[in-house]
């Protein structure tokens, strides 16, 4: 069964300073994609950024990027130059290819908080 | 607004009631999703739907819970004879399957609360 672990609950940043927030996961498949969501507190799950597992290049979405490896099954994003508006519960998520369904896999969660 | 819509917000009910909870996906999204959150914790998956068609259920989606897509548009949650460990927020989720990279847009929610 696919997992996703996120070891930390809780992490914080000074603004305009960079955090990276860490991410395992396991699957037995070869096709999947990989997520990062970001929930603010009492508003809807947001998509901060996407990694297709066949791709290498990592991806990159204005101040987000990852750090995909996936021969060590893990998955970091990396916040630069932290804003107000980043504070939020940030979830990974793993999603599998068609032939073992289309669920998102969640992790716990880090709760990340930006200080002024 | 194009989002996901999710009715009613926040539902308060008494032990043994029956609830029904409604999401509009994004237009012409084929695919919807069910999740619950508990608090503090990730989205679990619950059942989602190909059009009309509920192609898969998890474990947790006990026999008091159903789900309809009857037109493969909005569809409904029910949990019938609500219990305490129901309470949590119930997330709906529609995807354009099959383009946009397998993305899911999230709703707002429903929270449930069981007394």
């Known amino acids: 069964a696919q997992t996703v672990t996120q070891s930390q609950p809780e992490m914080s940043v000074q603004e305009a300073e960079t955090v990276t927030l860490s991410c395992t996961y396991d699957t037995s498949e070869s096709d999947y994609y990989l997520f990062w969501y970001k929930q603010p507190p009492s508003r809807q799950m947001i998509l901060v950024i996407r990694q297709e597992a066949y791709k290498q290049q990592n991806a990159t979405e204005n101040r987000f990027s990852v750090n995909f490896q996936k021969a060590a099954k893990s998955f970091s994003l990396k916040i630069s130059d932290s804003q107000l508006g980043d504070a939020a519960m940030y979830f990974c998520?793993?999603?599998?290819?068609?032939?073992?369904?289309?669920?998102?896999?969640f992790g716990e969660g880090t709760q990340l908080t930006v200080n002024p | 607004d194009t989002g996901v819509s999710q009715n009613p917000r926040h539902k308060i009910t008494k032990r043994g009631q029956n609830v029904t909870f409604r999401c509009d996906p994004i237009s012409e999204h084929n695919r919807l999703y069910w999740y619950r959150q508990t608090l503090g914790q990730g989205p679990e998956f619950l059942t989602y739907f190909q059009n009309e068609a509920q192609l898969e259920k998890s474990r947790l989606l006990s026999d008091r819970f159903s789900a309809e897509r009857p037109k493969g548009s909005f569809s409904t949650l029910e949990i019938q004879r609500t219990e305490q460990g129901d309470s949590a927020m119930y997330l709906c989720?529609?995807?354009?399957w099959g383009q946009g990279g397998r993305i899911q847009y999230f709703g707002a929610g429903t929270r449930l609360s069981v007394l």
């Open positions: 989720a529609s995807s354009p």
């Open positions: 998520a793993l999603l599998e290819g068609e032939t073992s369904g289309s669920r998102l896999t």
